[in-house]
């Protein structure tokens, strides 16, 4: 089990050699507020070299469907079954965040989403690839993002 991301209090921990460390701590502690706001579900993270399986499993995801590479180091990474929808996210030293949404059951959404932390430059391995919307966030500042549909069995 991992740490739980405390919204109230926002904290860099484990975000620190980002060069956004403030901001990609304001995009984990919006996702945290969600979960918990949403399906009351604590949003826990663990180092990234201990969540090797997720990391793989969201890199393999990329590679499979859009043939993406993330040049960044993954920092952190966590995953949650909710309602039957499996959940894997994984945050990167650029301050980018992944998160995969994957519907066990056959007819359900499914889909890879990108989350671009206030401050950070879109990354080259997306910049061609995908148009990022905006939205506001009091944790956050100023999110980008963008997701593709995912088509293959995960």
């Known amino acids: 089990m991992g740490k739980a ?3 109230v209090n926002v904290s860099t921990e484990g975000l620190e050699s980002s060069p956004v460390a403030d901001a990609l701590a304001g995009l984990r502690a919006n ?9 009351d579900v604590d949003f826990t993270v663990e180092p990234a070299a201990k969540a090797k399986k997720l990391v793989d499993y969201v890199a393999r995801i990329l590679r499979e469907e859009r ?7 993954p920092l952190e ?5 909710v ?3 499996r959940w894997t996210y994984v945050f990167y030293e650029s301050g980018l965040s992944i998160n995969v949404l994957y519907t066990l059951e056959d007819a359900g959404k499914r889909a890879v989403g990108f989350k671009l ?3 950070m430059e879109v990354p080259e391995e997306l910049a061609d690839k995908f148009k990022f919307a905006r939205q506001k966030s009091k944790l956050a500042g100023t999110i980008r993002g ?3 549909v995912i088509k293959g069995q995960y």
């Open 5 to 7: 991301v405390d919204f």
């Open 31 to 39: 996702e945290a507020r969600y979960f918990k706001n949403k399906y």
């Open 67 to 73: 043939g993406l590479e993330i040049a960044s180091k």
């Open 77 to 81: 990474a966590t995953e949650m079954l």
């Open 83 to 85: 309602d039957g929808v």
């Open 117 to 119: 932390s206030d401050g």
């Open 146 to 148: 963008s997701y593709f």
